[in-house]
């Protein structure tokens, strides 16, 4: 006799194998978890109520799910509840690919294979050596960085407190299937997508998904019609945090079928885009091998012509190839990057990928998240008003006291806002967890000198607030229900029509005129112009049953999650250097030009600069990407929205940095040239995602990094002239001794010695050339411009001439009827004595070495020990 749960696993008799209606229930169930994306099925069950969905489900609101077959079908069907990445790939086969991904290196393979199927052993160990040393150093980074940065990357919590076959008991969460009753309380993380079946004062921060600062309040009924993720009020997302009040529910997603699991399914199917500097060095290795080959090529058919051996002139092509390529240009680059690395993490910057280092430098648009990246992610009291303060207001600052200013209005609106309050101490913790808003009023007590007097009252009553009652409201007493006392706070429209009179300086009760309610409401508009959280507070001397009435009206109270102290002038300095400054949150549009106002951002005409996320849905990529550059503010975005932002951006040529600490960021952090997540308020998701990690979630870091980036590019290019110049004019030496049929001035093994010990760390020593103020002023580099600029290769030539001359001379000196040992060693040292001196010329682009003096003591020291050698 078969079951009436469509879930339930049947056994028959004899065996353990399914029967076959069970195949056609899991074939079904299979079919349906396949084809409900994870934003369909939280909108599918907010348009069912509780018990349709308790129905559908096959559970039980009371009891949970009953058999222990009918969970291991569902298990198998819905997968663990876990969001796991990709498999990563084995330490050894990334080790590998490091070698033929770059055209450098391969240039560099070519080069040794060649010297050693001539017999040039020793050519072929020292260019070997070189290749082992630059892609061991960049994989060692890489990986030390991946691992500084490997934290428990299961954004399900460890735990939920479930309910089956009637025993409530805490479980690892990712044994959860749908179907299964779960309960959570203030400080639990939601541990699978929810649809609620009980919700007392149940609030939830939603904004590591929705980037909405408020916590949602949830309720249990019906939502009718299509609903973004923010008005599902009636389910709990997994990882999401409740921060008032307790709930139960029933699951109807796990793992990737979640809202979250969306997200990250997203996130894994971008391709992360190679950075500019990693396209420039790929296009300069090309370059290179062309010109080199062309030139070679050249002058071997010259020598053939000339009558001179085949195998003669190949021995002197593979000199010329060993000439022409730098192979110390590949250490010194990923060395200044690994470099650049350490300085930026003293800096509270964490870079996972060697080349983002220098994309900082190259990044024209960031795109910030608000929500703990500008802002503080902190609920803060910053305004209050009293009746009698008539059109001014106290601004509170956070680092003084008002005991001063504790007039009795002012002592009953903080008494009030203290009484009518949820928060929480958590000894675990050290901090108080609840409601935002209530937060921030009780950590104001002490600027006015008041203690939390909570614990000494007892309630009798409360109503909660609810997003139709919109005020809350409790009734306390210290132990005389007759002398019990009313406290509501809430909406300013709620509560004035309750209110009958307000209260004095003086403490006074006095009459809540006409003209005096108008006051209210206007001085309630202006806090709320100013991008604050407006909430009104009255009292009375009296209980009540069903709601409070007679009111003493005690004032308004405004909050805000205030901006970062620094955020301003890093804003001020990035727009300097020619950087635009994007803000990107799921507020709505009045708070985000608010902020965006606040900390300095440019809003000079809301129709252009400020874009919500409807208007992105209407209009086609094209035209986004047009209309994007003048955009400064985007708001109520989803993650879908964030990609499409970095895309149009990318579009136009852009280089583009995205920040955020969310998992609604991740996949646009992921697509971004470079993503930058929060190391302390980030979600693993988020930091996995991410190139660079702020271990203090501070927007001004950014600029350091940026200016770190900029000067890296320019020392960068400061040794790649340096380098070229080497090789340019070892190349024309033997280029020329063989076009007139001179002997080789250097053999192999000294250019070898030349390009990678000599050259080598008075190259690298530039690569840490101390950072020009200067750089922050000039202009990003465009994402298609090349490291080799014309001012470059003319700097190159130059120096190359220098040294040929100069050594040329000394060489055909020497050089008398045959040519020994000496010649070459004096041809050696001078051509190492002029390469000196064009390090010198080579630190700065504009400054003579007299004007930067010895403020480069590794390159002091490098210059000196490669003369000492």
């Known amino acids: 006799m078969t079951s009436d749960n469509p879930f339930q696993a049947h056994l028959t008799s004899n065996s353990d194998v399914l029967s076959v209606d069970d195949l056609d229930i899991e074939s079904s169930l299979m079919s349906r978890a396949n084809s409900n994306s994870s934003t369909g099925l939280s909108a599918q069950y907010a348009n069912k109520s509780s018990e349709d969905t308790i129905s559908e489900l096959q559970t039980d609101p009371v009891n949970g799910i009953c058999n222990q077959q009918d969970i291991s079908l569902r298990r198998s069907v819905h997968g663990v509840n876990e969001l796991e990445g990709e498999k990563p790939e084995s330490l050894l086969l990334r080790f590998i690919k490091t070698f033929y991904d770059d055209p450098m290196i391969l240039l560099l393979i070519g080069s040794a294979l060649i010297s050693f199927l001539m017999g040039n052993i020793d050519d072929a160990v020292s260019i070997t050596s070189a290749i082992v040393i630059v892609v061991t150093v960049g994989f060692v980074q890489e990986y030390r960085s991946e691992q500084s940065l490997e934290a428990l990357n299961k954004l399900v919590p460890e735990m939920a407190h479930l309910t089956r076959n009637g025993a409530t008991e805490t ?88 809202a ?15 950075t500019p500097l990693q396209n420039a060095m790929d296009k300069l290795g090309k370059q290179l091998s062309i010109f080199s080959f062309a030139v070679i090529g050249v002058i071997g058919l010259i020598g053939v012509l000339e009558g001179r051996a085949w195998l003669e002139m190949f021995q002197i092509s593979v000199s010329l190839a060993v000439a022409a390529i730098p192979e110390g240009l590949p250490i010194i680059v990923a060395v200044t990057l690994a470099l650049g690395v350490l300085r930026m993490a003293k800096q509270k910057a964490i870079v996972k990928r060697l080349p983002s280092v220098e994309t900082l430098g190259s990044v024209n648009v960031i795109c910030s998240d608000k929500t703990g990246t500008l802002t503080q992610n902190h609920m803060t009291l910053n305004k209050i008003w009293t009746v009698d303060m008539n059109v001014s207001h106290v601004d509170i600052d956070h680092k003084k006291q008002y005991g001063a ?26 901090k108080y967890l609840g409601n935002p808003t209530d937060i921030a009023i009780i950590e104001a007590l002490p600027l006015f000198g008041l203690d939390d007097a909570r614990n000494t009252r007892h309630r009798s009553n409360e109503l909660p607030f609810n997003s139709s009652r919109k005020y809350m409201a409790v009734v306390a007493n210290m132990g ?70 007679d009111l003493v009206f005690c004032g308004l109270m405004g909050m805000n999650d205030p901006p970062r102290p620094q955020v301003s002038k890093s ?7 020619g950087v635009h400054v994007i803000m990107i949150t799921g507020d709505s549009e009045t708070t985000a030009i608010n902020i965006a106002k606040k900390i300095g951002m440019p809003i000079t005409d809301p129709e252009r600069c400020v874009m919500s996320g409807d208007k992105i849905d209407s209009m086609s990529p094209e035209a986004f990407a047009e209309a994007i550059q003048y955009v400064s503010v985007f708001a109520r975005t989803t993650p879908e929205h964030k990609v499409a932002i970095v895309n149009a951006l990318q579009m136009r040529g852009d280089v583009v940095a995205m920040t955020g600490d969310g998992v609604n960021d991740a996949p646009a952090l992921k697509l971004a040239d470079i993503g930058i997540a929060m190391g302390q308020n980030g979600t693993d998701v988020a930091k996995e995602a991410a190139d660079m990690v702020l271990t203090d979630d501070d927007f001004s870091t950014i600029l350091s990094a940026i200016r770190e980036g900029k000067g890296i590019f320019y020392n960068i290019q400061s040794f790649l002239t340096f380098q070229l110049s080497t090789s340019v004019a070892a190349l024309s030496l033997i ?25 080598g760390p008075p190259a690298q020593s530039l690569g840490v050339e101390p950072v020009d103020p200067e750089v922050m002023n000039k202009p990003p580099r465009s994402r298609n411009d090349k490291i080799l600029t014309k001012q470059v290769i003319k700097r190159v030539l130059q120096s190359a001439s220098i040294v040929i001359l100069g050594t040329m001379f000394v060489y055909m000196r020497e050089m008398g009827d045959s040519i020994t040992k000496r010649d070459t060693t004096m041809t050696f040292t001078c051509f190492v004595l002029f390469d000196m001196f064009n390090a010198l010329a080579c630190r700065s682009y504009t400054k003579s070495v007299f004007e930067l003096g010895m403020s480069n003591t590794m390159f002091n020291a490098a210059v000196g020990g490669s003369k000492r050698v």
Request: glycine letters at 8%; hydrophobic letters at 40%.
């Open 171 to 258: 479980v690892m969460a990712s044994a959860l299937v749908p179907g299964d009753l779960v309960h959570f309380a203030v400080g639990d993380r939601i541990p699978a997508d929810v649809r609620l079946t009980e919700s007392v004062h149940l609030s939830i921060d939603e904004s590591n998904l929705t980037g909405e600062t408020n916590p949602v309040s949830k309720t249990t009924e019906k939502i009718d019609g299509l609903t973004s993720i923010n008005q599902r009020k009636n389910i709990a997302f997994m990882g999401t945090l409740v921060r008032d009040g307790h709930g139960s529910g029933i699951v109807i997603g796990t793992g990737h079928k979640t």
């Open 260 to 274: 979250f699991g969306g997200v990250f399914s997203m996130m894994t199917e971008i391709e992360k885009p190679k």
């Open 405 to 430: 200013i504790l007039t009795k209005d002012v002592r009953h609106l903080m008494e009030t806002g203290n009484m009518c309050n949820n928060a929480k101490f958590s000894l675990d913790k050290e």
């Open 480 to 549: 005389d229900e007759s002398k019990s006392e009313s406290y509501v706070k809430g909406a300013v429209e709620k509560l004035l029509p309750m209110s009958k009179m307000y209260y004095t300086t003086e403490g006074d009760i006095k009459p809540l005129t006409e003209n005096i309610k108008n006051l209210v409401l206007q001085m309630a508009d202006n806090l709320a112009n100013d991008g604050l959280r407006v909430l009104a507070f009255a009292k009375n001397t009296k209980s009540f049953d069903k709601e409070p009435s």
């Open 571 to 577: 804003i001020s300095a990035l727009m300097r250097g």
């Open 735 to 759: 280029a020329l001794s063989t076009l007139f049929n001179l002997p080789n001035p250097l053999n192999a093994m000294q250019i070898l010695w030349i390009n990678i010990i000599m050259d």
